[in-house]
């Protein structure tokens, strides 16, 4: 017969999960809409940002001999090294989250070590970098604390350092892999190549209509000074981007495990039901018999 104090004692900690697991759930909830407010708002700069880089890489895609040659747009065939920047939360308890990001840089890794390139990690946030440094990975640089608390001026200078080895030939691409914000159920691994810049998801052929005039003397630096503010504003909008997923993903995990608690909570009560039945039953089955023995 089960212990009617140790079930009890159960449903009182089932009980106290869940009211935890419903706090974090809301907690998530609130932060989430603060977050994915400063992402639509990091949207609209990032989308305004690409088209001036759009319009001045056409004039000068229009107005240079052999095309558009500005170094931030030069690729590489035959990339030698790969540079990966993946951004992962620096807290659990947000179900598959971190699990996927990483799923998809070692897919990354394998991929590239195929093509027999070599692939050099960049780690933002504590999950990816506890699970590479246990798996015995090199890490060429990490930062923790940005993740959950996206800084600009923090991920330009922590970009930037990974930007100029391209520019100094010491890797030949970047890409960054992140777990996005879709909406408040779904979360989507984006993976973009930050340099060489893919002028191919430009749109250099669209006839301009913008009345702004740049010297043509001038077009490389500000081109130039464009792409670096580019380079650091992909960065903060994927971190910003990665946090609302984070609590996207927390507020479900929660959200399940209060249901698991609260379904717990049914089936412990239950048996304490019956295992009360069963001991007030015995008892009266002692008292009977206790009785008769006395006739």
């Not at 195929?114 to 699970?131: F, M, N, T």
Request: proline share 1%; hydrophobic share 40%.
């Amino acid at each position: 017969m089960a212990n009617l104090k140790d079930i009890k004692r159960k449903i009182s900690s089932v009980k106290n999960t869940q009211k935890t697991t419903r706090a974090m759930k809301l907690v998530s909830s609130a932060k989430l809409r603060r977050t994915e407010e400063l992402a639509k708002r990091s949207k609209v700069y990032a989308n305004k940002l690409t088209e001036l880089i759009e319009e001045i890489a056409q004039k000068m895609q229009q107005n240079q001999v052999g095309g558009l040659d500005n170094i931030y747009f030069q690729n590489v065939e035959n990339p030698k090294v790969v540079d990966i920047v993946f951004v992962t939360a620096d807290k659990g308890l947000c179900g598959g989250f971190n699990t996927q990001t990483i799923k998809k840089v070692n897919a990354l890794i394998e991929q590239f070590k195929s093509q027999e390139v070599e692939v050099r990690l960049r780690a933002v946030g504590r999950k990816g970098i506890d699970y590479y440094k246990f798996n015995n990975f090199e890490l060429k640089s990490e930062i923790v604390g940005l993740s959950a608390s996206p800084n600009f001026e923090s991920a330009a200078k922590f970009i930037s350092e990974v930007a100029e080895s391209c520019v100094n030939g010491e890797t030949n691409k970047i890409i960054m892999v992140h777990n996005g914000y879709v909406n408040m159920i779904t979360q989507a691994v984006k993976v973009d190549q930050l340099l060489p810049v893919d002028s191919s998801k430009l749109k250099l052929e669209v006839v301009s209509t913008s009345e702004m005039e740049v010297e043509p003397d001038e077009d490389d630096t500000l081109l130039t000074g464009l792409i670096k503010r580019y380079i650091e504003y992909s960065m903060y909008y994927a971190l910003i981007d990665s946090l609302a997923a984070e609590h996207s993903a927390r507020m479900q995990a929660m959200d399940a495990a209060t249901n698991n608690a609260k379904e717990m909570v049914k089936k412990l009560t239950v048996k304490y039901n019956k295992a009360r039945q069963e001991s007030i039953t015995t008892e009266l089955i002692e008292i009977i018999s206790g009785m008769e023995s006395m006739k």
